[in-house]
């Protein structure tokens, strides 16, 4: 080999230098005598005792010209491995001679220990002399030890040619045994032993070298692979060999990757199948072949790794599946591309107890947020739109609609009654808590109940603006709200407003909801009608979103209160019908008052009793939320008197004073409030509010100094003019003080406890 290196070497040499003698004599010299002596003559200058070997070699480089500059270089570095590798076979085919040489050169050196040689390993005795050692080793033929050393590398060299890996390990252990005992022992020389160490290591890195190259093969699969690994951990390199274990994966992975394309599949969730089968096979093999290599040694690295697969295989699936699911506000499609990864993931985690499912759950929750809220646009754009052609009239479910579903049933097992556009709503929310239910890994309930609050809370709008009087007051809408819906005129289409919130958000909304819950997902929900809608709202923040649906329902419910209150308060005019100067004038008109409960109150008791009647068809099972319209819309009328400042200026400090006949009918209008009030239309609150402002404006008839109990008449003659107000209005026959509903929140209260009113303002 040497001599082919030096004949390809010659040939290149540059013209102009001639070329050192060893590469005359490596290759054998030659070409007839008369060419011999023009060489001699050309290697003279070599051998003058000035010759400069740098001034020589400037001179003819200043001739040459970059390429015969390279050449050069080129000739001299393969000039210098030609003789290295002369050199070593020369020593290990005359091991004993180039011994004995050396010992000569040692002799003729005045500092032996500059050569970086021992010569008291090299004797047979410390004290010897040197013609001895001379001797004794030209007559010693070498042992079995040192000629196994010179046949060492040529051994190693055809094992690693025929890729007999563990041959060359047993070898390379059998040499550091070797090495280990003649350090100890003293079997080898000094010499021989740095060759045989040389070797070691040189051999080492060269196998080594072997075993990552065929481990980075697409090639090398199996039981290759962990042996390659195996046979780099025995090299005593165990993290090399972790790393081109899992580079190995990684690069198979990438290659099986690349018959993936997105757009050869017919959606997201092929392609995500596709991609996750072989990315968490991957995964699977890879913890496979690492246990059965390293046990536990890696696992760290391991983890790290695997996480970095799992990272790269959720980018993939949010740019090529879940982006383009989300953007179009496909959540079901882009909930199944994220259940098909999970469950892969997941069957990893039951094998390998590797959890790589929070990686991939935080990487898809943005994709999987901007479906849900796109999602949530789409049901609040769709019932915007509904309810621009709703007609507000009750109907039942279509046939086949998802509001019929036991899931929506009411809690009296009765198929409810809602406008079109309240049917529409709710039968889009029940199917995007349906898709949305097999994400509660994500925790995502908490703001999809938020959203879902916020979708509610602009439905109520759009119910409020249906009101007539909501084009004027916006008191109550949040934030902006489509105009173009219709008005419901009529008391029965303001009710059917009603209806369809406190539907939907005392019980179709949360039992939807419940969809989010994970016993419902795994299918242990009892029957709800068993075991009632408030027993299945555990959960102390469904509760709670509960008790949000219901305040937005009473902002729609305050607001139908409060336009019937100002429509009985004003004319269309924007005069009052509730004024002190009604009562202030009475005692200075000529006229004998005809008496009757003032109009106002009496158009109140007919509009209740209009309003109940009709609520009576529209809330069956719902009585209470009726009731409790009813005496809302009472409180709102005699809190505006409480509150009115004008009103109690004129009473207290007017330039005319309350008289006798504007007490007596001030009185007797109260008193008729309590009456039709009780059991039905009055809260304990407003009860008390009435008895307060009595007291009030008795007091501020007394400060005339007159006593308001000898002007007043007698209860008897207040409760007469008042049931005989209530018959002639409500058509139905008197009832007495004790004939109170049982059920009211105010059954308990008499209309006989105004006397004590009386009792105050006379004492």
């Not at 740095?194 to 093969?217: F, G, I, W």
């Not at 004027?472 to 709200?481: A, N, R, S």
């Amino acid at each position: 080999m040497a001599s082919a290196k030096s004949s390809r070497s010659r040939n290149s040499v540059p013209s102009g230098l001639a070329a050192p003698p060893g590469a005359l004599q490596a290759n054998g010299g030659g070409g007839g005598q008369e060419a011999g002596v023009q060489l001699a003559d050309k290697l003279k200058i070599f051998k003058t005792d000035n010759f400069d070997s740098d001034a020589y070699v400037q001179s003819k480089c200043q001739t040459m010209n970059e390429r015969e500059i390279k050449q050069l270089c080129n000739y001299l570095q393969d000039l210098k491995k030609a003789s290295a590798e002369e050199m070593r076979k020369s020593v290990y085919a005359n091991y004993a001679s180039f011994i004995r040489d050396l010992l000569v050169r040692i002799d003729d050196r005045p500092n032996a220990h500059a050569e970086g040689v021992n010569i008291d390993s090299l004797s047979a005795a410390s004290d010897g002399g040197k013609e001895d050692d001379k001797s004794r080793i030209e007559d010693q033929e070498p042992s079995d030890m040192e000629k196994w050393v010179v046949e060492f590398p040529d051994l190693l060299e055809v094992l690693l040619a025929e890729r007999r890996v563990d041959e060359a390990l047993d070898a390379l252990d059998e040499a550091e045994r070797v090495v280990t005992d003649a350090k100890q022992n003293q079997t080898l020389g000094t010499l021989a032993l740095a060759l045989l160490q040389n070797a070691v290591s040189e051999y080492r890195q060269k196998l080594a070298d072997q075993l990552a190259e065929a481990a980075c093969q697409s090639s090398t699969r199996g039981v290759e692979l962990r042996g390659a690994a195996s046979a780099l951990k025995r090299l005593g390199d165990g993290p090399r060999a972790h790393t081109l274990l899992l580079t190995a994966h990684h690069q198979r992975l990438q290659y099986n990757m690349q018959v993936i394309h997105p757009t050869s599949t017919s959606y997201g969730g092929a392609y995500t199948a596709a991609v996750s089968q072989q990315v968490f096979s991957a995964i699977a093999q890879a913890l496979n072949d690492s246990q059965a290599v390293f046990g536990d040694e890696f696992a760290s690295e391991l983890v790290i790794w695997s996480t970095k697969q799992a990272e790269s295989f959720a980018h993939l699936v949010r740019r090529h599946a879940l982006a383009s699911s989300a953007a179009a506000g496909g959540l079901r499609a882009a909930v199944e591309c994220v259940q098909i990864a999970i469950e892969h993931c997941s069957l990893l985690e039951a094998h390998w107890k590797l959890s790589l499912s929070s990686v991939l759950l935080r990487l898809f929750r943005p994709c999987v947020e901007q479906a849900l809220d796109a999602n949530l646009r789409r049901i609040e754009e769709s019932t915007s739109a509904l309810a621009a052609a709703d007609d507000w009239v009750l109907i039942y479910p279509s046939t086949g609609s998802r509001t019929s579903s036991r899931s929506s049933t009411s809690v009296m097992g009765i198929q409810p009654k809602l406008t079109s556009s309240a049917h529409r709503f709710n039968s889009m929310v029940q199917d995007f808590l349906e898709d949305v239910g097999p994400l509660l890994s994500m925790q995502l309930g908490g703001s999809t109940m938020d959203g879902l609050l916020k979708v509610f809370n602009s439905y109520i709008n759009l119910l409020i603006n249906a009101l007539p009087s909501s084009m004027e007051d916006e008191t109550y809408l949040d934030g902006p709200v489509n105009k173009l819906v219709q008005i419901a005129e009529t008391e029965t289409q303001q009710l059917s407003l009603l209806a369809n919130a406190s539907l939907l958000a005392e019980d179709l909304l949360p039992r939807a909801a419940m969809k989010l819950s994970p016993h419902y997902q795994a299918g242990r929900i009892e029957d709800t009608r068993q075991r009632g809608l408030d027993k299945n709202i555990r959960v102390p923040e469904q509760r709670e979103w509960k008790r949000k649906l219901q305040r937005s329902v009473d902002k729609l419910r305050d607001s139908f209160c409060r336009q019937h209150a100002l429509d009985l308060i004003f004319t269309e005019d924007g005069d009052t019908n509730l004024s002190a100067e009604m009562y202030i004038n009475m005692d200075y008109n000529s006229e004998e008052p005809d008496w009757a409960p003032s109009p106002i109150f009496q158009e109140l008791y007919a509009k209740l009793n209009s309003i109940a009647t009709i609520a009576s068809d529209i809330f069956v099972g719902r009585e209470r939320f009726a009731t409790l319209l009813l005496m809302r819309l009472t409180e709102t009328v005699i809190l505006w008197l409480s509150e009115d400042q004008s009103f109690w200026e004129e009473i207290e400090e007017g330039q005319r004073p309350l008289g006798p006949l504007g007490l007596q009918q001030f009185y007797l209008d109260m008193q008729f409030v309590i009456l039709f009030g009780q059991g039905r239309f009055l809260s304990r609150h407003v009860h008390q509010v009435i008895i307060d402002v009595i007291e009030r404006v008795m007091a501020a008839f007394s400060a005339t100094g007159m006593n308001p109990d000898s002007v007043l008449p007698s209860n008897d003659w207040f409760f007469e003019i008042a049931q005989e107000t209530i018959f002639r209005i409500s058509g139905k026959a008197r009832y007495g003080n004790g004939e109170r509903e049982l059920n009211s929140p105010t059954a308990s209260v008499s209309a006989q406890s105004i006397s004590s009113v009386r009792s105050l303002g006379s004492s």
